[in-house]
């Protein structure tokens, strides 16, 4: 027993750090500085997405990726205080169950609660649901929204702040409350 005090410890091969223990402390440092320039922070990207997406539902039998980035493009381009500079408004559309309703990724998150404005909007003959999808917390304070223009408002038959306006059936459906 006294002679394995004596012996020194076996080297492996990653215990042998070279001849230069200084350059290899400064190899690591630079290999975990591009480490972390690579990956974004995953926790930022994960919560914020729900905050960007929003769901559209009763889409009609023939729309399209492509037609509804197209639509909610435009839409938003054409509002008060968008800034075409920071890129397109929408980053992603997927179409899912079997084309009846999609998920729209926005840049922003003003730009998703602006997007909310537009529920009701029609699209080929059918009154689009747009809401926020499973998984979404609201933000503690208030997003701050887009103007839409009266024109686009009026175009499309929704009221103020993009409430539907509806005839007198849907209003009245709309007002009833069941207990």
Same mark, same amino acid.
């Given at each position: 027993? &006294?002679? #394995?005090? &004596?012996?020194?410890?076996? *080297?492996?091969?990653? #215990? &042998?750090?070279?001849?230069?223990?200084?350059?290899?402390?400064?190899?690591?440092?630079?290999?975990?500085? @591009?480490?972390?320039?690579?990956?974004?922070?995953?926790?930022?990207?994960?919560?914020?997405?729900?905050?960007?997406?929003?769901?559209?539902?009763?889409?009609?039998?023939?729309?399209?990726?492509?037609?509804?980035?197209?639509?909610?493009?435009?839409?938003?381009?054409?509002? #008060?205080? !968008?800034?075409?500079?920071?890129?397109?408004?929408?980053?992603?559309?997927?179409?899912?169950?079997?084309?009846?309703?999609? @998920?729209? $990724?926005?840049? &922003? $998150?003003?730009?998703?609660?602006?997007?909310?404005? @537009?529920?009701?909007?029609?699209?080929?003959?059918?009154?689009?649901?747009?809401?926020?999808?499973?998984? !979404?917390?609201?933000?503690?304070?208030?997003?701050? *929204?887009?103007?839409?223009?009266?024109?686009?408002?009026?175009? @499309?038959?929704?009221?103020?702040?993009?409430?539907?306006?509806?005839?007198?059936? #849907?209003? *009245?459906?709309?007002?009833?409350?069941?207990?």
């Amino acid at each position: 027993r &006294d002679r #394995d005090r &004596d012996r020194k410890p076996r *080297k492996r091969g990653w #215990d &042998d750090v070279g001849p230069n223990p200084e350059a290899a402390v400064l190899l690591l440092q630079q290999q975990q500085q @591009f480490a972390n320039m690579q990956t974004p922070p995953v926790t930022a990207m994960a919560g914020n997405k729900k905050q960007r997406e929003l769901y559209v539902g009763n889409l009609p039998p023939t729309a399209n990726e492509p037609m509804l980035k197209e639509l909610f493009g435009q839409l938003l381009s054409a509002c #008060d205080g !968008y800034n075409p500079t920071m890129g397109p408004p929408v980053m992603n559309a997927q179409i899912a169950g079997g084309g009846q309703f999609a @998920f729209i $990724e926005f840049r &922003d $998150e003003v730009l998703c609660e602006t997007g909310m404005l @537009f529920n009701g909007i029609e699209l080929q003959g059918r009154n689009l649901k747009i809401g926020h999808p499973n998984g !979404y917390m609201p933000p503690i304070q208030p997003v701050a *929204k887009l103007v839409i223009p009266p024109e686009i408002l009026q175009r @499309f038959g929704l009221g103020p702040g993009g409430a539907p306006t509806g005839g007198g059936g #849907d209003s *009245k459906r709309q007002r009833e409350l069941y207990v």
